[in-house]
């Protein structure tokens, strides 16, 4: 088979590619939608420019993480890892707040997990359900 018979060219697989490692565009315009005043609107352009930089820098952080695990042998990049990661990625600053909201976030859903919860089988959400909460505090 030759490749004019396949539905896709080489640059529509890249562009598939590329918006797999992308964050959801929804996801990032409601997230930029929350710091602005109600009446701003926030162009296609710049949810596209903060949708590129956040992936990767999330990639950035994550592949330092996972070359941490793989020289300690491990499989799985747990908070602690990636806290690590910014810290030797030169983000000192976001290090600590970043593991004082992990530890927090760790206390809360231990909590959690000691009540008694539905589990998806009664309807309800599983206890180890995992949801990010802005509202919780580091500090």
Do not use: H
């Not at 710049?46 to 695990?69: R, W």
């Amino acid at each position: 088979m030759d490749d004019s018979t396949n539905n896709f060219s080489a640059g529509d697989d890249d562009t598939a590619n590329q918006q797999e490692r992308l964050l959801p565009i929804a996801n990032v315009g409601r997230i930029m939608k929350q710091i602005l005043p109600k009446n701003a609107k926030v162009s296609k352009e710049a949810k596209e420019t903060i949708q590129e930089c956040a992936s990767e820098f999330i990639s950035f952080v994550t592949g330092e993480a996972s070359e941490k695990c793989k020289k300690e042998r491990r499989k799985t990049v747990n908070g602690d890892d990636v806290c690590w990661a910014i810290g030797t990625l030169g983000f000192d600053e976001y290090a600590p707040p970043l593991k004082r909201y992990l530890d927090r976030y760790r206390e809360v859903e231990g909590d959690r997990s000691s009540t008694p919860q539905r589990n998806e089988d009664d309807g309800g959400p599983s206890s180890s359900a995992a949801e990010f909460n802005p509202n919780l505090k580091p500090f």
